[in-house]
């Protein structure tokens, strides 16, 4: 998974995981200190900030698919609304509300401005990197993602 | 053959609040998990007998199936605001604003300066001392108490208490300044859905999300010289594998203290309210977990009946309790001579506030109709070390009159609500 600028907007310090790093600010350098303040910009998983989407089988028998991440629907879905999605199975994961992406090019900002759109709740980024040939993105938003250096997670 | 080392450390809990079910969300909280947590998928299965003409159980199935985890803590108080808002239900939160909203005003808010100049006053006229977050979630986040009033008329100058080194940080002029926010959280019919996720030794173990979760039981507790202590029984529906870990992000407070505390048991903050060696208050929500339909997860979870249930171990100091459980003495007095069995019961009553160092960030637990169901009788023993006395209570509404069980109070720098 690719890692994109983003921006924390939360109200309270947070300091990052110890063994989670190494952490990149949105420029893509090493940060030095584990808080992160209001303000502060960070490279995060693409999921964490544009959320993703899987579908599952109700029934439980066939494999749960990852469509990818923003939201995403498959072609012979597009047009359901979000009830008859959740029927077939859709879930859409919302990301981190307390962080923005940061959109490169984007006036104001060391890479950018931050988006207009918080990937919160039922707002979801419309845009993906989808894991299926067979999918279609239902709106996309000109986010261009950078790719950052390999950063290994917590885990 | 190598073995892959995943030490049993390596794992984060992260939760989010979720819009509505089905609706999951990244994990924003990231509680410091301690020893006792876990988590399991519990399925119902059955046997399946069928005839023909062997002895052989034929096959089994799956029935049901369902995520239950527990996590123990110590809830900074931002997070705990988060559980508190999980435990006591959807819209329990009702926030008061912080009464200081200001900033600051001059270049003379330096590090080391014993006085602080605000632009305003308001929320500082009245007599006492006030305790303030200087620039809150930047790297000059500071807390320090105040003298009010202040002198001038604007801007405003108050002598900074604490530290008694002054400021911290310097702080430029238009700073922001605030006061707690309250947060009063009473229980509600039902509860918000959350998302959980689950790291056990990251990507080369198991990651595991898991959506549509409500908390069924949770315990505050304490004990002399140790932190307070969060363990939360949860319940969810659905959960999904992920092959990438959240980046883990830990709030930068700090966990409250039981030597913080103050009690105020039964209307007295003196006798028991000043012996009690540990505590704990439970809370059920007893949740509904029957609604299964034509999937083999639930297809909701919904709060059942509540019950809040107070136990606390006391250094026996007087028959007070004893009288007032089992021979309707009335609460803080001792039974006299021919006290015996009786019909009323007298209720008690606590409040229990514990205040960081800081003076900021609080956490009050207001029980307003205790009724007690036991009182331990001290027994004797030859140990030679202090009775003690066990009590048991239960949180009732008095027929009504009550509108809560529990009301929980937290103050913090959250400026929104849960």
Redesign the interface.
């Known amino acids: ?1 690719a890692k994109i600028p983003a921006r924390y907007i ?8 110890s ?2 790093g190494p952490y990149y600010d949105g420029e893509g350098n090493l940060r030095d200190s584990l ?5 502060d910009t ?1 490279m ?2 693409e ?2 900030i544009r ?1 993703d989407t ?1 579908l ?1 089988d ?3 028998e066939a494999p ?1 698919q990852f469509l990818g991440t923003g939201r995403v629907v498959k072609p012979e879905h597009a047009g359901l609304r979000d009830a008859e999605l ?1 029927q077939v199975g859709y ?8 962080f923005q992406e940061i959109v490169p090019g984007a006036p104001g900002s060391p890479r950018g401005g931050v988006s207009a759109y918080v ?4 707002a979801f980024v419309e845009n993906a990197a989808p894991a299926l040939s067979d999918v279609q993105i239902e709106a996309s938003a000109p986010v261009d993602v950078q790719e950052s250096e390999e950063q290994s ?3 | 053959m190598a073995i892959i080392p995943l030490r049993a450390d390596n794992a984060y809990v992260a939760s989010g609040k979720q819009s509505s079910q089905g609706s999951p969300v990244a994990p924003t909280v990231f509680p410091r998990w301690m020893d006792g947590t876990t988590i399991q998928i519990d399925l119902t299965a059955e046997d399946v007998w069928e005839g023909d003409s062997s002895r052989r159980l034929s096959q089994f199935i799956k029935n049901k199936q369902e995520v239950k985890f527990k996590i123990t803590h110590t809830p900074r108080p931002v997070l705990l605001g988060f559980i508190e808002q999980a435990a006591q239900g959807s819209g329990s939160d009702s926030v008061t604003a912080a009464s200081v909203a200001t900033t600051t005003s001059g270049s003379s808010n330096t590090a080391g300066a014993t006085s602080l100049t605000l632009t305003a006053n308001t929320g500082l006229t009245g007599t006492g001392t006030a305790y303030l977050m200087l620039e809150p979630g930047t790297a000059n986040e500071e807390v320090v108490a105040v003298t009010t009033p202040g002198t001038g008329t604007g801007p405003y100058v108050y002598t900074v208490t604490t530290p008694s080194t002054g400021l911290k940080f310097t702080h430029a002029a238009s700073s922001t300044v605030r006061s707690s926010t309250s947060h009063a959280l009473t229980d509600q019919s039902d509860g918000n859905y959350f998302t959980w996720e689950f790291s056990l030794g990251g990507t080369s173990g198991l990651i595991l999300r898991v959506t549509d979760c409500k908390l069924d039981q949770v315990k505050v507790s304490g004990k002399a010289g140790s932190l307070l202590m969060y363990e939360e029984d949860w319940v969810g529906i659905t959960s999904v594998v992920r092959t990438t870990a959240s980046t883990v992000t830990l709030e930068a407070h700090n966990p409250f203290l039981y030597t913080q505390g103050v009690w105020t048991l039964n209307g007295a903050t003196t006798g028991d309210a000043l012996a009690v060696e540990s505590f704990d208050i439970t809370r059920k929500n007893n949740l509904d977990t029957t609604i299964q339909t034509e999937q083999l997860i639930y297809a909701a979870l919904i709060f059942g009946n509540l019950n809040v249930d107070v136990a606390a171990n006391v250094v026996f100091q007087n028959s007070a309790l004893i009288g007032q459980t089992y021979f309707g003495t009335a609460a803080g007095s001792t039974p006299g001579a021919g006290a015996t069995d009786a019909q009323a019961i007298i209720p008690g009553s606590l409040t229990l506030v514990f205040t960081q160092a800081d003076g900021f960030h609080s956490v009050t637990y207001t029980l307003t109709t205790l009724q007690y169901s036991k009182i331990g009788f001290p027994t004797p023993k030859k140990d030679g070390k202090h009775f003690v006395q066990a009590l048991s209570a239960s949180s009732v509404s008095n027929q009504g009159v009550n509108s809560y069980l529990l009301q929980t109070t937290v103050t913090n720098s959250q400026t929104t609500s849960y």
């Open positions: 998974m939360g109200e309270h310090t947070l300091k990052l995981g063994y989670g808080l992160l303040h209001t303000g960070l995060m998983e999921h964490e959320g899987y599952f109700p029934r439980g749960t959740a879930q859409f994961c919302a990301g981190r509300p307390d990937a919160q709740n039922t997670s917590e885990a």
